[in-house]
């Protein structure tokens, strides 16, 4: 069962998210299966041989993890994630879809694939998180 009832209700609860909204990502889409946010891309995105930053890439796929992992139990905290670079980015816009490939009792393992505006595949991050109960 989804958290969120609309787009803009996960838009508005992630506004704070301040690392990711202030460095361009913004939600597109989400859904009980998937995530998909964007970032429009500028020069603080690029490194001194002007490619996008991985720290920028990373960025996007953990906002899409947390979009994601938030929508199906909205109180968990990431754990660990590893990311793979795979090619170098072309065009003005990343998107990072997000899928989760297991929600259990206690924790959440997603995958995120970053790809360019032409559709490449850029990277591919996998991640888990630990949902966190109210206590009784």
């Known amino acids: 069962m989804a958290i969120f009832k609309n787009i803009e209700e996960a838009q508005e609860y992630f506004k704070d998210d301040r690392f990711a909204t202030e460095n361009g990502a913004s939600i597109v889409e989400v859904t009980e299966d998937h995530a998909v946010v964007k970032m429009e891309l500028v020069d603080r995105h690029r490194n001194a041989m002007n490619n996008v930053m991985g720290g920028a890439i990373f960025t996007l796929a953990d906002f899409a993890f947390a979009v994601l992992a938030s929508n199906l139990h909205k109180t968990q905290v990431g754990t660990d994630a590893t990311i793979h670079f795979l ?3 072309k065009g003005d ?8 490939r297991k929600n259990g009792r206690t924790t959440i393992i997603m995958d ?12 591919t991050m996998t991640g888990t ?4 109960y109210p206590k009784a």
């Open 129 to 132: 998180a630990f949902k966190i």
């Open 87 to 89: 090619s170098v980015p």
């Open 112 to 123: 995120a694939d970053v790809t360019d505006e032409s559709g490449r595949l850029i990277a």
């Open 93 to 100: 816009v990343l998107y990072a879809k997000s899928v989760c």
